[in-house]
């Protein structure tokens, strides 16, 4: 029934695809030197220990980002530029809220920020998935390969009193190379197109209420549920508490895709509401070293459409590897 349902669909309508991608570099050196797991390397991720040391380094550009200058200026780490959220997203043509923004109006704002192609960049928030998403961004950009994002964000680096600095900053403008291709941002299409693939692996970073349906569909406005057959991995499993946001060890966050039947070679996509918690999946996987997407439109854009959908438990959790 399910195969019928979306066989109908795509005869009703079809989605222009909107997909954006990644320009995959190697990871720099300043990267290379942080705590590694049976794992595998924690790629992307430095530690406080780590960037306290490198405060003075003129090879790192560090950026804060936040939708408010003004908590900013009040305490920022050390030579940090401001990066304002609400440039580095826009509402999109179906008012979705978090979608990229146009090239020419995304470079310009991380440029201003003093964001280069030959710098290592340094992310990090209040709150990790507002970092993620710059990271995201980035990764969209082409310079994931010299972008990471601080363990713990500004929340780990105030709570081992390390220093700060309050008032503006005026970084010197950088200069930042758009490489962005289509293998990144994936859309309804691309999803409906891969259902049945065995290789694609969704994963749901929503709270369960907003996987199973019981919170009605983001409160009456979309079908309640998820896209059948996601895994419900929420966003904050990711992490050690909101209240400590370092993210797990490495081999602990590879057990958590594994439960939900991630392998090596499988496609990983992403997805929440409307991509913001999203990016912290994004760049967990990404940092394991997953070949992984991000749907932006996420659930606003699905559960919003004639599309098929399932509510419940996740019927996949802790099944291994298929």
């Known amino acids: 029934m399910m195969k019928n349902a979306i066989s109908m669909w795509r005869e009703r309508a079809v989605f222009p695809i909107a997909v954006a991608a990644v320009l995959v570099t190697a990871v720099p050196a300043a ?10 390397e924690r790629r992307y991720l430095v530690s406080t220990e780590w960037l306290a040391q490198r405060l ?9 980002v936040d939708t408010r200058r003004d908590r900013f200026e009040s ?32 470079v310009p704002a991380l440029e201003e920020a003093g964001a280069d192609d030959d710098l290592h960049l340094v992310i990090y928030s209040a709150d990790p998935r507002t970092a993620a ?16 994002l601080l363990d713990g964000g500004l929340t780990q680096w105030l709570a081992e009193d390390r220093p700060t600095a309050t008032g503006p900053e005026e970084p010197s403008p950088g200069r930042l190379t758009a490489n ?20 694609t692996l ?19 406005r979309a079908n309640p549920g998820h896209i059948p057959g996601a895994h419900h991995l929420a966003w904050d499993r990711l992490i050690t508490s909101t209240e400590a946001p370092t993210l797990l060890p490495a081999d602990s966050l590879r057990a958590l895709f594994e439960q939900h039947g991630a392998q090596e070679d499988d496609t990983l996509v992403t997805y929440c509401m409307v991509g913001y918690r ?27 459409r ?12 802790d099944e291994g590897p298929h």
């Open 31 to 40: 990267t290379q030197d942080h705590d590694k797991s049976q794992a595998g």
């Open 56 to 64: 003075d380094d003129r090879d790192l550009r560090i950026l804060h």
């Open 75 to 106: 305490s920022h780490i050390p030579g940090a530029s401001f990066v304002d959220y609400r440039r580095i997203t826009w509402a999109g043509e179906g008012n979705v809220s978090t979608e990229i923004p146009p090239l020419a109006d995304l």
């Open 133 to 148: 998403r710059l990271w995201f961004t980035l990764d969209y950009l082409g310079h994931g390969g010299h972008a990471s």
């Open 180 to 199: 962005a291709r289509d293998d990144v941002v994936v859309s309804a299409e691309w999803i409906l197109d891969r259902m049945d693939d065995r290789e």
């Open 202 to 220: 969704l994963v749901d970073a929503r709270p369960l209420d907003e996987y199973t349906g019981d919170d009605g569909g983001m409160g009456g």
């Open 278 to 304: 999203a990016s912290l999946t994004y760049f967990v996987a990404r940092s394991l070293g997953y070949h992984v997407k991000m749907y932006d439109g996420s659930w606003h854009d699905w559960g919003t």
């Open 306 to 317: 004639d599309l098929p959908y399932v509510g419940g438990e996740d019927q996949h959790q």
